[in-house]
Structures are given as C-alpha cells and as structure tokens.
C-alpha cells in the first residue's frame, strides 16, 4: 500500500462519499442514506463505524453492530459491512478495516463475530477465511433485488 491509511470514525457528513463507494461497488444492492443514518445514530451505543482515508480521502469503511448473544451474558458482533473504493482495491486495506473492526468486538467483549457475503464474492470471502471465519450457512436471495445468495460465516473470539 503506497500510502497508510488513517482510520476514524465514520460521521453523517461522511455519507455522501460513502453513498458514492456503495452505489460504485454494490449496483444491484447499495445501502440507502437512511440505512447509514439509522446505523450511525446507534454509534458508540451499539454499532461502530470507522472510515479509511488515503491522501485525505475516504478510500472505505466498515461497520460493526454488537447485541446481546444466545447464551446468557454473551455478546455477538455483526459486521454490518466493509467496502473498499475500487481504486485502492488489492492493497491490503480491506484487511486493515476487517482487524478494526475485530479489535472493536475484542474491546466489547464479544464471544463471536458473524457476517453474511454473497456468494459470488471471492476476494471478500478468502480475506474472511484468512481471518479465520468459517462457513456456517446460506441465506438462500438474501441480496435484493438481484436475487443473490449469502454466505453466512463465523468466527469464535474467546
């Protein structure tokens, strides 16, 4: 990577940016301007977000929901999403946002961190597995309005 990222959090005023990266990355299926403020107006409470820059620019962010687990006194993390501008696709920052975030669920005590990928995502997928997610099941057409499965996986924390 030419140039180290700086991770911040991610603010409302980053979401015309961030809108921009969805719409190039995920056409079928991006998150809308209100999905983004719904998830930023629970950080710090339940939900964590942070932005990359590169250069003073937002290269990509990610997202972490944390919730009450299926054991007594657990915590599960979800990461609600990591996307990576095209044009910094390939450097290793997708890494970078996915240990942010896995930090963040260490920090709030979560017993595990799930997450759902299309199927078709290959690169996302090897990246997931090369940080020790596994497989655990299929949401058969859970991206819409494309129809595309997703890949449920899991990755144990303590």
Same mark, same amino acid.
């Given at each position: 990577?030419?140039t180290t990222p700086t991770l911040r ?35 710090p409470r339940s939900r964590y977000y ?41 450097? *290793? ?5 996915? /240990?942010?975030?896995?930090?963040? =669920?260490?920090?709030?005590?979560? +017993?595990? %961190? ?22 655990? *099941? ?5 991206? /819409?309005?494309?129809?595309?499965? =997703?890949?449920?996986?899991?990755? +144990?924390? %303590?």
């Amino acid at each position: 990577m030419p140039t180290t990222p700086t991770l911040r959090p991610l603010r409302w005023w980053d979401i015309a940016v961030v809108e921009r990266i969805e719409e190039d990355l995920f056409p079928e299926d991006p998150w809308s301007t209100e999905m983004f403020w719904s998830e930023l107006a629970d950080v710090p409470r339940s939900r964590y977000y942070v932005a990359a820059e590169i250069d003073g620019e937002i290269a990509g962010y990610a997202g972490l929901m944390s919730q009450a687990g299926a054991a007594p006194r657990s915590v599960e993390g979800w990461i609600q999403n990591i996307a990576v501008a095209r044009g910094h696709q390939g450097k *290793g920052l997708g890494a970078v946002l996915l /240990q942010a975030l896995l930090e963040e =669920a260490v920090r709030r005590q979560c +017993a595990e %961190v799930w997450l759902e990928v299309r199927t078709d995502n290959d690169s996302a997928k090897r990246l997931y597995t090369r940080y020790g997610f596994e497989p655990v *099941g299929i949401r058969r057409g859970y991206y /819409q309005p494309g129809d595309h499965d =997703a890949l449920i996986m899991r990755k +144990a924390l %303590v």
